[in-house]
């Protein structure tokens, strides 16, 4: 049993999103999280493994493994989307309001193409606050919404942008990032540290 996945069974997480016809066919709602992920793993299903952990780790360790797993890409993102990516992770250090919109407002500029701009839609649909203008009465997020851009966050990521010769590859990017997500589920400690910026040619 994973000490942040506590379920004896998935049943109750394969009910937060909606699986792909490959899940269906090996997923059992008696299995555990343990045998579900290793499951999916053994056949490939590399997306559908970071949608489970997506849906099954608590929230804050959630946004976190995204984070993470797009500091393995941090090459690739120019200082817009770092700061992007850091504004999410300045919300998990201070989880107020004040860092959730401006995660929103971050994610909406540079656009929701990148994988970037999903990990501080994660935290706007965090359910920690409204999710429409201010002005306007609150309407909290759909329960589970977070993992969604969680998920997102992870798949887009390993496609774009294209991997170049001598990178990882999307298949060891997915590995790495399932074997994270794994450690946190046993519970390794959230160390949150911001990136940096890169040097302006």
């Known amino acids: 049993m994973y000490k942040k ?102 994610a909406e500029r540079i656009g929701l193409e990148i994988a970037p701009a999903w990990i501080a839609k994660a935290v706007y649909w965090s359910g920690t606050g409204s999710i429409v203008a201010p002005e306007l009465p609150a309407v909290m997020p759909p329960a589970f919404l977070y993992g969604h851009a969680i998920a997102a966050t992870i798949s887009i990521a390993a496609a774009v942008p294209a991997w170049k010769k001598g990178d990882i590859g999307y298949e060891k990017f997915y590995l790495k990032v399932i074997d994270l997500g794994i450690k946190l589920a046993e519970g390794s400690p959230l160390r949150i540290k911001l990136l940096t910026m890169s040097e302006e040619k």
């Open 5 to 106: 996945i506590p379920n004896t069974n998935i049943a109750s997480i394969i009910e937060r999103y909606e699986l792909t016809e490959d899940a269906q066919a090996i997923l059992d709602p008696k299995m555990s999280p343990k045998q579900a992920i290793a499951s999916l793993v053994d056949v490939k299903l590399y997306n559908d493994v970071i949608q489970f952990i997506a849906h099954a780790l608590p929230m804050i360790d959630g946004i976190y493994w995204a984070s993470e797993s797009l500091a393995l890409r941090l090459d690739e993102w120019d200082n817009p989307q770092r700061q992007t990516i850091n504004s999410a992770r300045q919300w998990l250090q201070q989880p107020n309001e004040t860092n959730r919109i401006r995660a929103n407002q971050l």
